[in-house]
Structures are given as structure tokens and as C-alpha cells.
């Protein structure tokens, strides 16, 4: 009986001594190879995954004490996937607290109305915190991978600032900018008003990114939608410049000629009736609800006068005079 008295009495001695060995642990400072240091914990990751992921980004760890301290803190099964920084001078302690309150470290991104797909595409190429999932891929194979059934990817992803864990994948940022559009146009079709001469959300998108790249100015876009929609009810072309220039692609120089004007293409609205068969940019929230709410105006053309503004007009000679007064200045 008092061997077992004594042998219990060593043993907790022992476990106190090692329990004691392992707090002093958890509360000094761990060796990073780089500070801030960045790692990734991907999802459905154990523990003992966790810390190789850890330890294979180049922090210094004991994993069997670490393992301890997770059970002792009840952390093993609450670790959180997601990207980390970690700066010099963290202890055990504070990593594990960082993994199970899923303290993630954050990239963003902002993707600009207006913009073609494109010009989206290299911003995401070119950012050092994003995966990039979709390098090397076409358009058409994005959208496959996506699921979707569109043929372009112009006008389908929302404008926005984007919050993203580092090193996630750049596909995955695509997704969450299609849903995002998809869920603000399905919100402005369902409250459009009534007699508009698109037949689904998805002219009604077109015209939205018509909108976007005819006027950057707030008070103008309402108006210029009410000028298009004129026009297509009253079996008009639309003769807007930027659908022929983005019918132009890559060739465009940035000088609109007359040739350019006068050639077909499936986005020349100067020699096609009725709008082009996807949208030419990224439109923001103001033109959708635009294009869903044109102005009560019977305008029919408008010109740029210069200052970011516009001038409507009612008729042919009202619009020559409003081209000769704000384009040609008279002469």
C-alpha cells in the first residue's frame, strides 16, 4: 500500500513537472524563418496535419508539445483552415489561440466598373496574394470550370472590393463576383419598371454596361439609359462607340476611325439592329439600376459637352446643333 502511495505520489510529481514543462514551452517565443510569416491551413486539416502545414512554412515547432498543449487547451479539433500571418515574437500559445479563433490574415482586391473581363483578369493575375488557379486557362475554359452557361464573362462579375484569405484561389474570387452580380441584377429585375423592351435579365445586363462605359457621371446615367431604350422601342440603332470598340478587341488603338464605324461586327451597333449579343463591361450597382429604371425622357441623342456631362436631345436637329456648340465649338 505504500509503494502505490509512493509510486502515485512520483507519478504526479512527474505529470506536474511535465505539465509545468509544457507551459514554460507554450510562453516562449517560437523561431519563424521569415517575419511576418505567411501559412496556410487548408481545409479539413487535423492537427497533426496543421502543424506539418506549419512547420513545412517555416515555423520552428515541437509538434509532440504542441500536441499536449492542444489537448490541455481542448484546441486539437478547433483549429480553423484559412490563411495566417505570424510575426516574431509569437509563443505556442498565441499561435494555437490564432488557429481556433480563425484570426485570419487577409488580401484585397478591387475590381473597377467599366472594366472588361480582361482588364480584371490581369489585376488578378498580377496580385503576389492570390493563387492563381486559373493561369494558363482561357476564358472559355474559366467559365466551364465555373459551371456556366454565358458566353463571356464580361458583365457577369460585380464591381467591388474583395476580402480574401491568402493564397486562396483566384477561381474562387471569380466564383464569389459572378454570384455577387448574379444575386444584385436578379434583386434590380425583379423591381425594374414596367414596358422595358428587354426580354430577359440578361439584356437588361447588356444595357447596364452600356450605361457604365457611355457616362461615369451619376446624374447622367438614368438619362442615357432612357436615350437607348427610346431608341430600341422605336426600332433605332443604337450607334454607341464603345460596343464597336469592344467589337474591335485587341486591334483597338484608342482612335475610333470612320472604318471602324462602317465595319460589321457582331458589336456594331452603326450597322446592327438592336444591342450586341453579351455586355461589354463590368456595369456597377448605379447602372444596373439604371438600366432597370431609365429616366421619363423622350430623348433621343445625347453628346458628350466636355465636363463629364452630357446634352440630350429630342430630335436630329436639336443634336447637330448640341455636336456644333459642345465638339466642334462652332466652327
Do not use: C
Not at 71 to 89: D, F, N, W
Not at 199 to 205: F, G, I, R, V, Y
Not at 271 to 284: L, Q, S, Y
Not at 288 to 299: E, I, K, Q, T
Amino acid at each position: 500500500m505504500r509503494l502505490l502511495l509512493k509510486l502515485f505520489l512520483l507519478f504526479s510529481l512527474l505529470a506536474g513537472a511535465a505539465a509545468g514543462g509544457v507551459w514554460w514551452w507554450a510562453n516562449q517565443t517560437l523561431s519563424l524563418r521569415s517575419s511576418p510569416l505567411d501559412f496556410r491551413i487548408v481545409a479539413g486539416s487535423s492537427l497533426r496535419s496543421a502543424i506539418g502545414q506549419m512547420q513545412e512554412a517555416g515555423i520552428d515547432l515541437q509538434p509532440s508539445l504542441l500536441a499536449v498543449l492542444a489537448r490541455i487547451t481542448k484546441a486539437e479539433t478547433g483549429i480553423k483552415a484559412g490563411s495566417y500571418a505570424v510575426h516574431q515574437g509569437v509563443t505556442p500559445l498565441q499561435l494555437l489561440e490564432k488557429l481556433t479563433q480563425g484570426k485570419v490574415s487577409q488580401g484585397d482586391i478591387t475590381l473597377v466598373e467599366g472594366w472588361t473581363f480582361r482588364q480584371w483578369r490581369a489585376r488578378l493575375d498580377a496580385h503576389p496574394e492570390l493563387s492563381h488557379e486559373t493561369r494558363g486557362l482561357s476564358e472559355a475554359q474559366i467559365v466551364g470550370r465555373l459551371d456556366l452557361n454565358i458566353a463571356s464573362l464580361d458583365g457577369w462579375l460585380f464591381p467591388d472590393t474583395y476580402l480574401f484569405d491568402k493564397q486562396s484561389s483566384d477561381l474562387e474570387l471569380i466564383a464569389r463576383a459572378v454570384r455577387a452580380m448574379q444575386r444584385r441584377l436578379d434583386t434590380e429585375w425583379a423591381g425594374r419598371a414596367e414596358g422595358l423592351p428587354y426580354k430577359t435579365p440578361h439584356e437588361a445586363l447588356i444595357m447596364a454596361s452600356i450605361v457604365e462605359k457611355e457616362t461615369g457621371r451619376e446624374a447622367d446615367r438614368t438619362h442615357v439609359a432612357a436615350v437607348f431604350v427610346n431608341r430600341l422601342r422605336k426600332g433605332m440603332l443604337l450607334q454607341t462607340d464603345p460596343t464597336v470598340i469592344y467589337g474591335l478587341g485587341e486591334s483597338f488603338d484608342g482612335n475610333l476611325r470612320k472604318r471602324d464605324l462602317q465595319a460589321d461586327t457582331p458589336y456594331n451597333t452603326y450597322t446592327r439592329a438592336g444591342m450586341p449579343p453579351t455586355p461589354i463591361a463590368m456595369p456597377g450597382l448605379a447602372s444596373l439600376r439604371a438600366a432597370m429604371h431609365p429616366a421619363a425622357s423622350d430623348a433621343l441623342y445625347f453628346v458628350a459637352r466636355g465636363d463629364g456631362s452630357s446634352e440630350f436631345s429630342r430630335s436630329l436637329d436639336e443634336h447637330n446643333r448640341a455636336v456644333n456648340k459642345y465638339q466642334r465649338r462652332g466652327k
